[in-house]
T-cell receptor
Framework: AQTVTQSQPEMSVQEAETVTLSCTYD???????LFWYKQPPSRQMILVIR??????QNATENRFSVNFQKAAKSFSLKISDSQLGDAAMYFC???????????FGKGITLSVRP | ETGVTQTPRHLVMGMTNKKSLKCEQH?????MYWYKQSAKKPLELMFV???????ENNSVPSRFSPECPNSSHLFLHLHTLQPEDSALYLC?????????????FGPGTRLTVT
């Protein structure tokens, strides 16, 4: 069974600084998809970034980028120039793809200090 | 309305009550999902519907009964719930039930069972 582990329950970052959120996963698949979702205090969860395992290039979306290490089964999220609006819970998620469901980690609460 | 909407946003019910949660997506998607989000636990997938057909029932107790009359609407009928069923219930939709697609989430229904 696939598992997703987010070992840090909470992190804090100073506004304008950079923070990295960790995620590891366990799978025997060679092709799969990884996601980071953000859930702000308003509770509407939104996709932050998506990575296909067959792509070697790390995904980036503006201030958000990932460090995807396939051999190590690691998928960390880097947030650059942190803003107050980045404060939220962040969930790492995994899917093997076709006809498959998402498996989520427990999430990490990120706070941003002004 | 755009995106995924859920009603009610908050619900308090006794263990003998019967209530229903409603989800509607305005994105033209074919797949819809119910998740349970409890504190300190990963999101738990409950049900998946694709083109109105249930494709996943993640060993959910029968006191939770889903209904998907069409691809835009999803209900979760609740009866004789237990206090441990208190949680945030999230609805999501995606273009297809293929796990590679991004899921769009609603704001959730905060359920309290007394």
């Amino acid at each position: 069974a696939q598992t997703v582990t987010q070992s840090q329950p909470e992190m804090s970052v100073q506004e304008a600084e950079t923070v990295t959120l960790s995620c590891t996963y366990d799978t025997s698949e060679s092709d799969y998809y990884l996601f980071w979702y953000k859930q702000p205090p308003s509770r509407q969860m939104i996709l932050v970034i998506r990575q296909e395992a067959y792509k070697q290039q790390n995904a980036t979306e503006n201030r958000f980028s990932v460090n995807f290490q396939k051999a190590a089964k690691s998928f960390s999220l880097k947030i650059s120039d942190s803003q107050l609006g980045d404060a939220a819970m962040y969930f790492c998620a995994y899917s093997p793809g076709a006809n498959s469901k998402l498996t989520f980690g427990k999430g990490i609460t990120l706070s941003v200090r002004p | 309305e755009t995106g995924v909407t859920q009603t009610p946003r908050h619900l308090v019910m006794g263990m003998t009550n019967k209530k229903s949660l409603k989800c509607e997506q305005h994105l033209g998607h074919n797949a819809m999902y119910w998740y349970k989000q409890s504190a300190k636990k990963p999101l738990e997938l409950m049900f998946v519907y694709n083109f109105k057909e249930q494709t996943e029932n993640n060993s959910v107790p029968s006191r939770f009964s889903p209904e998907c009359p069409n691809s835009s609407h999803l209900f979760l009928h609740l009866h004789t719930l237990q206090p441990e069923d208190s949680a945030l219930y999230l609805c999501a939709s995606s273009q297809d039930h293929d796990g590679s697609y991004e899921q769009y989430f609603g704001p959730g229904t905060r359920l309290t069972v007394t």
